[in-house]
């Protein structure tokens, strides 16, 4: 059988570099390099620089160690972050099984879920400040439902753990959604076959669960993690929105020291902390999710 010429696979000659696939990454290389390399180098380097004299220095670390909000932001950014990661992965996994169980009304079932994703911090700290104030909807539900004599002030610092449960709740709901895409893509990308199998062997529901679509899932949980607990560092609109300073979290306290106490270099030493605890979370994630995974494998 004869194949003409314009079929077979051009193959480049020997000796000759094929610049097409790192001409392809090159504007996402070009992407990352500026609005993330180049950024985070210069925060480094501003962190170990005197604001004074430009020279190398753990002045702003020190800084940043005595400040009155230094403790409780590291205390309450890892407890926010400790109660919403696992709420929204639980949450998200169990959206994302629903949704791809294709029962009847489930793509209506699976926008409506999506629709925090297009709502920023802001925005969501805002539409929950509405809710939780003195005067806001829970009040007046409260009140016309005979519930509540008198109006309840949630967000108060008298009650601390109203207000972070206040600020888990407006989390859980806005990012959710991200974190259940994530899961829904994993679980398509699951082939049937393994279920099939399992299934004839005489596995129940929860059983696959266990034994087949988690150990699958891992990557996209993995994912899910990792995002979500950076993210979760980064969080700052939805406190200042509902609890102000009565919270303290490290993204706020490096805003309030960039444009409040006009110290860009303390606040890049907020963002250099928040860099190495969202590395070393990271690496905690891999390392026990791999060392599962070798247990399991083993």
Request: positive net charge; hydrophobic residues 55%.
């Amino acid at each position: 059988m004869v194949v003409a010429d314009a079929e077979l696979p051009q193959v480049a000659p020997r000796g000759r570099v094929d610049w097409t696939p790192y001409l392809l990454v090159l504007p996402t290389l070009a992407f990352l390099g500026v609005f993330f390399v180049y950024p985070m180098a210069q925060a480094i380097w501003l962190s170990l620089t005197d604001q004074q004299s430009g020279a190398l220095s753990l002045t702003n670390f020190r800084r940043m160690g005595g400040d009155l909000y230094f403790i409780p932001a590291i205390r309450y950014s890892i407890l926010i972050m400790a109660i919403a990661v696992p709420l929204q992965v639980a949450l998200g996994l169990v959206i994302a099984l629903l949704v791809n169980s294709r029962f009847r009304g489930h793509s209506a079932f699976l926008y409506l879920t999506a629709i925090p994703i297009g709502i920023s911090d802001l925005a969501a700290g805002l539409i929950w400040l509405s809710i939780f104030t003195e005067r806001g909807y829970l009040n007046a539900f409260l009140d016309a439902a005979g519930l509540a004599a008198q109006p309840i002030t949630f967000l108060t610092y008298e009650h601390t753990s109203w207000l972070i449960g206040a600020i888990v709740v407006t989390e859980v709901w806005r990012a959710t959604a991200i974190v259940m895409l994530i899961l829904l893509s994993g679980l398509q990308l699951i082939a049937k076959d393994y279920h099939d199998t399992a299934s004839i062997f005489g596995a129940g529901r929860w059983q696959t669960l266990r034994h087949v679509t988690l150990p699958l899932l891992r990557p996209s949980l993995q994912t899910a993690l990792i995002i979500r607990t950076i993210l979760a560092f980064q969080l700052f609109a939805t406190v200042v929105a509902l609890a102000g300073r009565q919270i303290p979290v490290l993204a706020g306290e490096a805003y309030f020291w960039y444009s409040l106490y006009r110290s860009p270099n303390v606040a890049s030493a907020y963002a250099a902390l928040i860099l190495v605890l969202s590395a070393a979370i990271t690496f905690g994630y891999l390392r026990l999710l791999r060392q599962r995974e070798l247990e399991m494998t083993a």
